[in-house]
């Protein structure tokens, strides 16, 4: 790996983040604290900080999704209110701007709270401005968004719709329409509807596809309009890798990369799933090399352990990646993010380019970045 790509130079470089879930990047003390004031306490399955945090990644380690999304049951009893969403919302884009993030979105699923749509996506909102405003204080700048989820399990992916779709001119921090949840035996085209109406209403649209049965799954998502692939990564069954290291492509595969189709790719989580084998068995590195648009992602920064740093540096020594490929990593998530053109080129010619402009030059010459 080039010379200066450790924890610490990956914690200042730049990065985007497209595929994080709110109610999956709790801090374990903000978890303690909440339990304690609504009485949820008792029902935590440990109280020591250190052994509750341990209890929340072995369900994710368990490669069962079910386990994985059991964990939720007690995140989720901490964002009943409007003031402890805002709190969850808030802690969670400063410690994504703390770990170096300058743009971000993350995902959040009204149905699963006990108020109005618009009640509880008004206080994630103003979670993130309050942290986007002493964020800029720290001399940190990071640019939040919100993707709204609808449950794939559940019936009102139209209603989801139709409320991001209201929200335009009301709240410009919600970005796009999501479908999220347990997926296999929950196709998209089991919520035909709300994506006719999504693409009718030329709403942005991303679709988790990640489970079995594999291809099947990300090709519904393409046809019911997903502009990006949450995961993506069982395309790998699509590819072939040849003696040279070269890949050879099926029709789906060839689609995804023609159509530079982005896939918010999260090699820890897809690990633990059971997706793939191990980081350095992902394909982010393949397909990144390959041309596909893919960026790196936590999905659930508790569940998995993990940070947009520590899962970049897991790349990029899984791969040997230089300061380059990394650049590109970064570029590809704000190039396909949803925010309005114009913010993500601001954040691109101020921030990303001159950063690994330098960095690459730096690590030619020899020398780490300073």
């Given at each position: ?17 497209l595929h994080d ?184 649209i991303t679709i ?104 970049m540096l897991a ?56």
């Amino acid at each position: 790996m080039p010379r200066g790509i450790e924890l610490g130079s990956i914690v200042e470089a730049p990065k985007s983040l497209l595929h994080d879930h709110l109610d999956g990047g709790l801090r374990v003390s903000t978890i303690l604290e909440i339990s304690d004031e609504i009485g949820h306490a008792p029902r935590l399955p440990a109280t020591d900080p250190d052994a509750l945090h341990r209890w929340f990644v072995a369900g994710a380690e368990a490669r069962d999704l079910l386990k994985y999304l059991a964990t939720f049951e007690h995140t989720l009893a901490c964002m009943q209110t409007e003031s402890h969403i805002e709190r969850v919302a808030y802690e969670a884009v400063t410690d994504l701007a703390d770990d170096g993030v300058v743009y971000a979105e993350i995902r959040f699923a009204p149905e699963l709270h006990a108020l109005p749509f618009a009640v509880s996506s008004a206080a994630v909102a103003a979670g993130f401005r309050r942290a986007e405003a002493d964020a800029l204080m720290r001399g940190k700048s990071i640019s939040a968004h919100i993707i709204v989820c609808a449950m794939r399990t559940e019936k009102r992916s139209l209603e989801v719709a139709q409320f991001v779709d209201d929200q335009r001119g009301i709240e410009p921090k919600i970005v796009a329409f999501d479908l999220a949840g347990a997926e296999t035996g929950w196709p998209p085209s089991l919520h035909a509807d709300a994506l006719a109406f999504a693409r009718a209403a030329h709403l942005n649209i991303t679709i988790h596809a990640s489970e079995p049965p594999d291809l099947e799954l990300i090709s519904d998502a393409l046809v019911h309009g997903a502009h990006r692939i949450g995961h993506g990564v069982r395309l790998n069954r699509d590819t072939t890798a040849t003696p040279a290291g070269e890949l050879r492509l099926g029709s789906l595969a060839q689609f995804v990369l023609d159509h530079q189709v982005h896939l918010e790719m999260a090699p820890t989580c897809n690990t633990q799933i059971g997706a793939v084998d191990s980081v350095s068995r992902h394909p982010i590195g393949p397909f990144l090399r390959h041309g596909f648009n893919v960026s790196v992602n936590t999905d659930n920064r508790l569940m998995s352990k993990v940070s947009p740093s520590s899962e970049m540096l897991a790349v990029a020594s899984a791969f040997g990646l230089s300061w380059s490929e990394v650049g590109r990593l970064v570029e590809n998530g704000v190039a396909s993010g949803f925010a309005t053109y114009a913010e993500r080129a601001r954040i691109l010619s101020e921030v990303v380019r001159p950063w690994y402009n330098d960095a690459a030059r730096l690590s030619a010459a020899g020398a780490p970045r300073p």
